[in-house]
T-cell receptor, first 112, second 113 residues
Framework: ETGVTQTPRHLVMGMTNKKSLKCEQH?????MYWYKQSAKKPLELMFV???????ENNSVPSRFSPECPNSSHLFLHLHTLQPEDSALYLC???????????FGQGTRLTVV | DQQVKQNSPSLSVQEGRISILNCDYT??????FLWYKKYPAEGPTFLIS?????DKNEDGRFTVFLNKSAKHLSLHIVPSQPGDSAVYFC????????????FGSGTQLTVLP
């Protein structure tokens, strides 16, 4: 248990659906991240939030929409996804400026 | 182009022997390197790290070596145990104001009993 909780753990959605992934941490960290892990590929950083402000968007398609209402919660809103978006989506948090990150268990997303 | 590369997707080692996992990077501005371990159905967990000003860091059975001139780091696990079987990710920090981590694609380590 790393202190970063993601829900749901598994999600199957159709290409026309709208769903949201949730991430929660009560570690007092100020930075939160969304990563995508596709099979046999490196973890890809998608979004970075520092003190609730988005500081990085690594050319992520607009069908992925992050939201950070406070420093403890991070959402990833999904709409009109494609099958190639099927992957493990990992949330992480860290103290600002820290070298390491604590990861959640991930949401295994399947787009059908 | 991948800035952090783990060229071996898998490695099998006998229990009790040494496991050596390798990682190469291309960006000389990286200033901190980390190894994460990932079990199936779990997120990566931090294992060990090393600053770019050092060439070795040891923590129990785990030692990370950094060769800056070769832009290469390695993780040594000795003795290897079956519970070490997992995917190991190498990560590098920076450069840039966000100090983000760039990950390799991972190496699946299997320790055979």
């Amino acid at each position: 248990e790393t202190g970063v909780t993601q829900t749901p753990r598994h999600l199957v959605m159709g290409m026309t659906n709208k769903k949201s992934l949730k991430c929660e941490q009560h570690l007092g960290h100020n930075a939160m991240y969304w990563y995508k892990q596709s099979a046999k590929k490196p973890l890809e950083l998608m979004f970075v939030y520092n003190f609730k402000e988005q500081t990085e968007n690594n050319s992520v398609p607009s069908r992925f929409s992050p939201e950070c209402p406070n420093s403890s919660h991070l959402f990833l809103h999904l709409h009109t996804l494609q099958p190639e978006d099927s992957a493990l989506y990992l949330c992480a948090s860290s103290p600002t400026g820290s070298s390491g990150a604590f990861f959640g268990q991930g949401t295994r997303l399947t787009v059908v | 182009d991948q800035q952090v590369k783990q060229n071996s997707p898998s490695l099998s080692v006998q229990e009790g022997r040494i496991s050596i996992l390798n990682c190469d990077y291309t960006n000389s501005m990286f200033d901190y390197f980390l190894w994460y371990k990932k079990y199936p159905a779990e997120g990566p967990t931090f294992l060990i790290s090393i600053s770019s000003i050092k060439d070795k860091n040891e923590d129990g059975r785990f030692t990370v070596f950094l060769n800056k001139s070769a832009k290469h780091l390695s993780l040594h696990i000795v003795p290897s145990q079956p519970g070490d079987s997992a995917v190991y990710f190498c990560a590098a920090r920076g450069p840039g104001s966000a100090r983000q981590l760039t990950f390799g694609s991972g190496t699946q380590l299997t320790v055979l009993p």
